[in-house]
């Protein structure tokens, strides 16, 4: 038996005027996925749990089986772990942005004006050199990409309440609180000297998403079975470095809209092929498309999904003997919000050789299902 998880990054979403009063799972033209779910179970995914952050690390590690509620430690962890660090239990990882805070200190930009992985890397390193590791600090500067990097430091250092700087765009940057919020602040404040003369769109870094290494068993010691899986985006690569599943590199994957569909497909089905018993396949550009607002951009995505990966999907599948199939987002990215929402989601679960009830795999027609805990539904996946 071969397993497959589908996710298209914050698919789900909510009626938009602009369609009809439709969402764009239902506005979308997807064949194929309307053929699976009419010979499967659709149902409702409570990805994220209660009190939790609506992120792409809590809903993956919920699609993964883990529950973010026992083992979710913080995004900077996961993120360090896709750049291949290991944290030891006296060290703490936190994001480290690029940002721009004005003189009034209102926070601008959180993407410190995107700058180049390389042109980010050698400011980081300048700031190891002078205020971290290079000079006998306490703390690591490692770079990540474009604005995004980590900070490794003393275990201590995560006692402070910090705010991802994405949710203060536009307003006051609020500093870090509680204990070690001072040291936190210090070095943010030291930073500035160093980004301020990058010529970036950078004034200082910004540290927050801290935590220490969580202790999530493998993949294989969690199902018994090898996982795999292809993606663009560091923190489900994070989450397959920390359980131990095979990333699998596709160099036409972008995160964006004009990713190689196609190339994951077919990456899937050939290490499928090659021994792996679960595959899972991650897209991007649904949840970006609902970042940017970008209604077209997010029905063109999904169309994409059922053209270009699920067509082709099922009939390798086929060939390779019976299969079963799991579709569910991580989050709702709802393109009339521009953010990601903690409501449950639709998920779609087929079966090659079983059909199920049948239904429509939508968020108005999955409304009244009782949500499921997200982390249930790999073991649905795979109990058969
Ligand atoms: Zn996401």
Known sequence: ????????????????????????????????????????????????????????????????????????????????????????PD?????????????????????????????AAVVIKALDAALGAGAGGEVEFHPGVQYRHIVVAPADWADAVCTPPHDLTGRPAMLPRG???????????????????????ASQVWLWGQG???????????????????????????????????????????????????????????TLAEGADVFLLHVEATDEAGHAGDLGEKVKALEAWDSRILTGLVEGLDELGPWRLLLLPDHPTPVALRTHTSDPVPYLLVDSERDGPGGT????????????????????????
């Open 361 to 384: 795999y939508s968020e108005p027609a999955t409304a009244d299902a009782v949500p499921v805990p997200g982390h249930e539904m790999l073991g649905r996946l795979l109990s058969r």
């Open 212 to 270: 220490h290494q969580p202790a999530l068993p493998s993949f294989r010691e969690a199902t018994g079975r090898s996982g795999a899986l292809v993606t663009a985006v560091d923190l489900i690569r994070g989450l397959g470095v920390l359980t131990g599943m095979e990333i699998v590199e596709v160099p036409g994957a972008t995160g964006w809209f004009d990713t190689d569909y196609e190339g994951k497909r077919d990456a899937a089905l050939r």
């Open 1 to 88: 038996m071969k397993y497959v998880i589908c996710v298209p990054d914050g698919c789900a979403d909510e009626p938009v005027p602009e369609l009809g009063g439709r969402t764009p799972l239902e506005a979308a033209a997807m064949p194929s996925l309307a053929g699976l779910a009419a010979r499967g179970e659709v149902g409702r995914a409570a990805v994220i749990p209660p009190r939790m952050a609506p992120g792409s690390d809590v809903g993956n590690m919920s699609i993964l089986g883990y529950d973010p509620a026992r083992y979710h430690t913080g995004r900077a962890p996961i993120e360090a772990a896709a750049l291949g660090l290991r944290l030891r």
């Open 179 to 201: 204990p070690a919020a001072p040291r936190l602040i210090e070095l943010m404040d030291a930073s500035r000297e160093i980004v301020g003369a990058s010529g970036l769109g």
């Open 91 to 119: 060290q703490v990882a936190f994001r480290c942005n690029l940002v721009d805070i004005g003189a009034d200190g209102t926070m601008l930009d959180f993407a410190g004006g995107h700058p180049r992985t390389d042109d």
